[in-house]
T-cell receptor
Framework: GAGVSQSPSNKVTEKGKDVELRCDPI?????LYWYRQRLGQGLEFLIY????????KSGLPSDRFSAERTGESVSTLTIQRTQQEDSAVYLC??????????????FGEGSRLTVL | KQEVTQIPAALSVPEGENLVLNCSFT??????LQWFRQDPGKGLTSLLL?????REQTSGRLNASLDKSSGRSTLYIAASQPGDSATYLC???????????FGQGTTLQVKP
């Protein structure tokens, strides 16, 4: 597609349920990022994938959070046993990656998660 | 540890004014710096990207400057319009393969 696509755009779930959020990066972009943005706050880094390298998981807040990426395409962020503090907008971004590109990031519209 | 700060947190100006948004970072060893715009309930739109070797970038009424030695970047908006009302975020990247570290943003309101 032309831009980064995320689904669902909105998700309401009950505390304790598992959720999956999906990100389709821009075609040809090897780098993919997940960020979290709580209401009224800045962007919090979660995880970064670059090609076939081991992902940078340093931002994942707990072992309830995990993410996978299939090759250089779709990524899924999974939150297990959701808690109310997980309520936030989850933003995905992609960039071309590699040594000679500018490293400019392009973001999707986000998935708004509400945990009741 | 890299930290990014944006001042002011909020700004309100009348239409037509020229204005400057500030971004500072604690570690001058950056790869690039990117300015974004975020409208309420939306994702981020990339405005300008400045590589570490560059001093400024321009796009239309926007001009972003970078002074690595002092750890500062500014976003200059000329002849502001109500449509410029949004939150402006700056983010720095410390390597080609690294994550972006974001400031908290400046929320701009341009009054007609």
């Amino acid at each position: 597609g032309a831009g980064v696509s995320q689904s669902p755009s909105n998700k309401v779930t009950e505390k304790g349920k598992d959720v999956e959020l999906r990100c389709d990066p821009i075609s040809g972009h090897t780098a993919l990022y997940w960020y979290r943005q709580r209401l009224g706050q800045g962007l919090e880094f979660l995880i970064y994938f670059q090609g076939n390298s081991a992902p940078d998981k340093s931002g994942l807040p707990s072992d309830r959070f995990s993410a996978e990426r299939t090759g250089e395409s779709v990524s899924t962020l999974t939150i297990q046993r959701t808690q109310q503090e997980d309520s936030a907008v989850y933003l995905c971004a992609s960039s071309k990656g590699g040594q000679t590109n500018t490293g400019e990031l392009f973001f999707g519209e986000g998935s708004r998660l509400t945990v009741l | 540890k890299q930290e990014v700060t944006q001042i002011p947190a909020a700004l309100s100006v009348p239409e037509g004014e020229n204005l400057v948004l500030n971004c500072s970072f604690t570690d001058s060893a950056i790869y690039n710096l990117q300015w974004f715009r975020q409208d309420p309930g939306k994702g981020l739109t990339s405005l300008l990207l400045i590589q570490s070797s560059q001093r400024e970038q321009t796009s239309g009424r926007l001009n972003a400057s970078l002074d690595k030695s002092s750890g500062r970047s500014t976003l200059y908006i000329a002849a502001s319009q109500p449509g410029d009302s949004a939150t402006y975020l700056c983010a720095v990247r410390t390597s080609n393969t690294g994550k972006l570290i974001f400031g908290q943003g400046t929320t701009l309101q341009v009054k007609p």
